[in-house]
C-alpha cells in the first residue's frame, strides 16, 4: 500500500475526531493511463517522422507508407479517447497533493506543465483528425474509415495539418521538459515525485 499523508482533522456527526488519509502515489488505474499514453506517443512520434519522409521527402507512397498513415491515424485517434478518459478518471479521483519537498515554483511549473500536456495531447490529435477529414483521408487500412469532423477541403488541410506539426513539435519539447524534470527528481534530489507514478515495490 502507498504511504499516507495525513489531512487536516474534523469531527464526525458523534463528536469525534476523523483523519482523512491521502495516498502518496496515484492510484494503479491513474498510473495505467499514464503508462498506456506513453507507449502510443512514443510509437506515434517515430512513425510520423518516417511516414512524412517517406511520402513527403522521398515521394514514396506504396503499401508500406499507407500503412504506417493509416498507423499513426488509428493510433492518434486512440490517444485523443485516452486523455480524455484520463481528465474524466482525474476529475472524479482527484490526484494525491503535491510533493512536499517542491519549492513553490516547481509546484507551479509542474502544473503547468501538466495542463499544458493535457491540453497538447488533445489539440494534436484533434488537429490531425480535422486535416485528414479535410483532406479526405480517414480510411484505416481499408477497412474502415474515420468519421469526418468537416467537409472536404484539401486546400484548408495544409492549414490543419501545419497546427498539427507545430504543436506536435511544442508538446515534445514540453515531453523532454517533463521527463528531465522527473529524472532530476529521482536521481538528484531523490524525491518521491517520479516514485509516485510508479507501481509500489516489495519489501
Known amino acids: 500500500m502507498p504511504d499516507p499523508i495525513q489531512k487536516p ?3 464526525n456527526g458523534a463528536g469525534a475526531k476523523v483523519i482523512h488519509l491521502a495516498p502518496r502515489t496515484y492510484s494503479p488505474v491513474a498510473q495505467a493511463l499514464h503508462w498506456v ?14 511516414m512524412s519522409y517517406r511520402g513527403n521527402e522521398l515521394n514514396i507512397w506504396d503499401a508500406t507508407t499507407n ?22 478518471y482525474r476529475f472524479q479521483n482527484p490526484p494525491p497533493a503535491d510533493e512536499p519537498t517542491l519549492e513553490p515554483w516547481q509546484r507551479m511549473a ?9 491540453g497538447l495531447l488533445i ?5 490531425g483528425w480535422i486535416g485528414i477529414s479535410l483532406y479526405g483521408a480517414r480510411s484505416i487500412f481499408g477497412l474502415f474509415d474515420l468519421p469526418a469532423l468537416w467537409s472536404v477541403n484539401q ?5 490543419a495539418f501545419l497546427l498539427h506539426d507545430i504543436l506536435g513539435k511544442i508538446m515534445g ?10 529524472l532530476y527528481h529521482h536521481f538528484h534530489r531523490k524525491d ?9 515495490t516489495k519489501g
Open 110 to 118: 509542474s502544473h503547468a506543465t501538466h495542463w499544458s500536456l493535457y
Open 9 to 11: 482533522e474534523r469531527l
Open 155 to 159: 486546400e484548408a488541410s495544409k492549414t
Open 67 to 88: 500503412g504506417l498513415y493509416s498507423a499513426h491515424k488509428l493510433g492518434g485517434f486512440l490517444v485523443l479517447l485516452i486523455v480524455i478518459g484520463r481528465l474524466v
Open 173 to 182: 519539447l514540453l515531453i523532454v521538459v517533463h521527463i528531465a524534470a522527473a
Open 123 to 127: 489539440l494534436v490529435p484533434l488537429m
Open 37 to 50: 499514453t506513453v507507449a502510443f506517443v512514443f510509437m506515434l512520434v517515430p512513425v510520423g517522422l518516417y
Open 192 to 200: 518521491n515525485v517520479l516514485r509516485r507514478m510508479l507501481p509500489p
